[in-house]
């Protein structure tokens, strides 16, 4: 495995520092920057969609499911790390997006709309017609709290069987694959990507397209691949949908 690979070398580095291990220190080199950028890669593209958030005072371009799915999916990669070994770098990645995208979230709900903050909507209402559309973030923390508080039950009771490892995988990265289809409908009912940061989505697809070649060099479990395949795709939609629509102002 790739990353395994980087790992025997950084063992045998400190003994060889002569100048035929030249070809050795760089490929060291270059397993960290691999190693950083899966790490920190993934959280990127949201920068200039923050920024954009944060000067033009308006929410409504960026999609909270994007921050939902996120949120889920990296929550359920803990934890299948868990029951499955996998690269060390996979599992700092998810633990840093799940603060990325609160912090996303804040944001959102910060500054969206001042009418559907009057409207009250509670997460303890129960109410699926406003899912993950509540007027507070307190209620989106509190949902991620029973999720990880059911999460933990479940991995305690079950952790022992390869099946449910297993499939917790393909559900966590299945719902990783379907990061960007909210960004992608919502365009498609306004007919416009006005409010999406191009930036971000050429940060997806960038990340999505490094991470993928890192899991087949890697040897990363099916599931990961698959993922970034799946991500890739929709990532050139919604190119598409910007070349079509083009930013409306």
């Not at 001042?114 to 509540?134: P, S």
Request: proline letters at 2%.
């Amino acid at each position: 495995m790739f990353a395994l690979n980087v790992t025997s070398t950084l063992h045998g580095i400190g003994l060889l520092h002569s100048a035929e291990d030249a070809g050795a220190t760089m490929e060291v080199i270059v397993g960290y920057v691999a190693m950083t950028g899966i790490v920190v890669g993934g959280v990127l593209p949201y920068i200039p969609q923050y920024v954009q958030i944060h000067q033009s005072k308006k929410a409504e371009g960026f999609s909270p499911f994007v921050s939902f799915i996120l949120l889920v999916a990296s929550i359920l990669r803990v934890f299948f790390w868990f029951g499955k070994r996998f690269e060390l770098p996979l599992l700092f990645q998810a633990l840093i997006m799940i603060v990325a995208q609160f912090a996303m979230l804040e944001i959102c709900v910060r500054l969206r709309d001042q009418d559907l903050i009057g409207r009250n909507r509670r997460f303890t209402d129960f109410d699926y017609k406003f899912f993950w559309n509540w007027s507070y973030f307190s209620d989106y923390v509190a949902f991620i709290g029973a999720l990880v508080a059911a999460m933990s039950l479940l991995t305690l009771t079950f952790g022992g069987m390869s099946s449910y490892v297993e499939g917790l995988g393909m559900v966590s990265l299945g719902t990783e694959a379907c990061l960007a289809m909210p960004q992608l409908y919502r365009n498609q009912m306004n007919k416009s990507t006005a409010g999406m940061s191009v930036a971000m989505v050429a940060g997806w697809f960038a990340g999505d397209f490094f991470k993928t070649i890192y899991f087949v060099l890697g040897g990363s479990p099916f599931q990961f691949i698959a993922c970034g395949v799946t991500q890739i795709t929709v990532d050139v939609l919604i190119f598409v949908q910007i070349f079509v629509y083009g930013a409306k102002k």
